[in-house]
């Protein structure tokens, strides 16, 4: 416990046998069977040490820039202790809410941790001057977890600084048409851009994920990572996943989840709003800007959303969160607590994007529970 939140939770503590998972962010039906194919084929290697040459070929191709500024990792969470061990940061900041895992590692690591905390009254939404001018070593999540919200490139870019490490964990950004907003690859000084192959592609056991930055940066968390860090299989899905049929894959996914979870949105509550101000108006089916919508549990004011969801979950608040999710995990369903990220309490819960079949199952008994 950090200040009364468990940095250490995840949304794999939620999930249980016979639950509907709807509290980790892994893509439903995945991993698909020709990446299975790739991995298994892989097997046959086993004897021999890894080796990444191939790998960060492929990954760099992916996103243009040259093998030197590519370092592969056991998933996004290594990257983060990577960092922590690499760098001594006079004054570190994450923004937050967000993922726990890099101030964690920052914090078992040594270092002192500031927040900058963004408020859901502004849609989550970061004003870069908010984060201290001296703080080198700023941390943020884009798409953020859990509030779903993309912040523009250019704000990020507003964060760069001479002498600061500006960590952007993009885990997600394969999640949204186009990547419109991604720094993978961009040539800002100290920018170090995190993406894990886990969401997208159902890789959560294997712990693949990446690193890109200068070449200089790469040098200084690779001196401080183990010999053979990334296996062999995990190399194979590296591979595989930068091609051209999985990028396409991944194009048709994201596609599809913009779609699924404005209908997640739509059935959560029955009135929409366009603005996080509580303006009225509807907003149509398809509309993914920012929802607000109002139900009751218990008599009292019930479900809000704040910003606009671009990820592939949602972030709602809604009296009584605590005790709904355990009604819901009696009715099948396991659902994010929300009170583990700081900037947020008990009354959040994170709800991650399922095909349109399964968020009408577990609509029906979010309903009966909410009335």
């Given amino acids: 416990m950090v200040d009364g939140f468990d940095l250490e939770h995840h949304g794999d503590l939620e999930v249980g046998d016979g639950l509907v998972d709807l509290a980790v962010n892994v893509r439903a039906g995945t991993p698909p069977a020709w990446l299975v194919e790739e991995i298994t084929g892989s097997l046959t290697d086993l004897a021999a040490y890894p080796r990444q040459e191939a790998a ?16 592969l990792t056991a998933g996004a969470a290594e990257a983060f202790v990577l960092i922590a061990r690499a760098f001594r940061p006079r004054h570190a900041v994450v923004v937050h809410p967000q993922f726990t895992e890099p101030e964690a590692a920052l914090r078992s690591a040594g270092h002192l941790v500031d927040r900058v905390i963004l408020r859901p009254e502004d849609g989550f939404e970061l004003d870069p001057r908010a984060v201290p001018a001296d703080a080198d070593l700023v941390v943020i999540g884009n798409p953020t977890n859990p509030t779903s919200v993309l912040h523009p490139a250019d704000d990020l870019r507003e964060l760069a600084r001479p002498d600061r490490i500006l960590v952007v964990d993009e885990a997600f950004m394969d999640a949204v048409p186009g ?28 712990r693949v994920g990446y690193v890109i930055a200068s070449a200089g940066i790469i040098e200084q968390l690779a001196a401080v990572q183990p010999h053979w860090p990334v296996s062999t299989p995990a190399l194979a899905a590296a591979i595989a996943c930068s091609n051209e049929q999985a990028l396409a894959e991944a194009a048709q996914a994201a596609l599809d989840t913009d779609r699924q979870r404005a209908h997640l949105l739509h ?39 704040y910003g606009v969801a671009r990820g592939p979950f949602v972030l709602v608040r809604v009296d009584g969160a605590d005790v709904l999710r355990e009604r819901l995990r009696e009715r099948g369903y396991a659902v994010r607590r929300g009170d583990t990220f700081p900037g947020l309490g008990p009354d959040w819960l994170r709800i991650a994007v399922r095909p349109e079949e399964v968020t009408d199952g577990f609509v029906k008994v979010w309903r009966d529970l909410l009335t």
Avoid: F, M, Q
Avoid at 60 to 69: D, G, K, L, S, T
Avoid at 180 to 189: D, T
């Fill in 267 to 305: 059935a959560l509550a029955p009135t929409l709003y366009s603005d996080t101000a509580g303006a009225s108006g509807g907003a149509s089916y398809g509309d993914t800007r920012a929802v607000v919508g109002t139900a009751s549990y218990g008599g009292r004011a019930g479900v809000v959303t």
């Fill in 56 to 71: 960060l070929a492929a990954v760099a191709a992916r996103h243009n820039v040259p093998p030197e500024r590519v370092l």
């Fill in 179 to 206: 990547e419109p907003e991604s720094l993978a690859g961009a040539s800002i000084p100290g920018l170090v851009v995190i993406r894990s192959l886990t969401k997208t592609w159902g890789l959560a056991g294997l």
